[in-house]
């Protein structure tokens, strides 16, 4: 894979360029801008991370757990209650509780370094005159593309630049 960037001096044509890329089947795209704009970022929001469904599924997994903790507690350690029932259902349930919210977190935590995919994001080139007064599109795009999206930046009016940097 390699990144192709250029640089415009207007929000439009930076968002021309990006809505061009996105057509043409470049899903690794950023933009880099002096200021934040409402319409680049919806373009380029990032679909959801379903980091929910760990959490709830983990918790289900937490009251099971703690449920089945407290009723082996009791039925394995062979407790004389005198007369009163063998197993009591409020402190069965701050147990249940706590450990929805162990294993809620756990599976957040999870969750999120599953779907987030950090390790996965190498667009790490960076122009410094987008914090001046251009904004820049980088496109990552497989080897024998390059020239194509080249050509898709510069019809939508970027200046061209290497993809070095830093």
């Known amino acids: 894979m390699v990144k192709a960037f250029a640089a415009y ?3 439009d044509a930076a968002l021309h360029a990006i809505r061009e890329l996105k057509r043409a089947g470049y899903p690794e795209i950023l933009c880099y801008s002096p200021i934040p704009y409402a319409e680049i970022q919806e373009e380029l929001k990032p679909k959801s991370a379903r980091v929910w ?10 009251v099971m757990f703690g449920l ?3 009723l082996g507690t009791f039925y ?3 407790l004389i209650t005198g007369g009163k029932p063998i197993l009591s259902i409020p402190p069965g349930l701050v147990i249940a509780y706590e450990c929805a919210n162990l294993f809620g977190f756990l599976g957040t ?5 599953l779907l987030t995919r950090r390790w996965r994001r190498k667009l790490d080139v960076y ?6 007064d251009k904004l820049v599109v980088l496109a990552e795009c497989p080897d024998g593309h390059l020239t194509q999206v080249q050509n898709l930046l510069k019809k939508a009016g970027g200046e061209l630049r290497p993809a070095g940097g830093r």
């Open 9 to 11: 001096s207007s929000p």
């Open 127 to 132: 122009e410094e005159r987008a914090s001046e």
């Open 68 to 70: 089945t903790l407290v």
């Open 76 to 78: 394995l350690m062979n």
């Open 53 to 62: 469904a760990f959490s709830l599924l983990f918790a289900a997994c937490g």
């Open 109 to 113: 935590f999870t969750g999120l370094v």
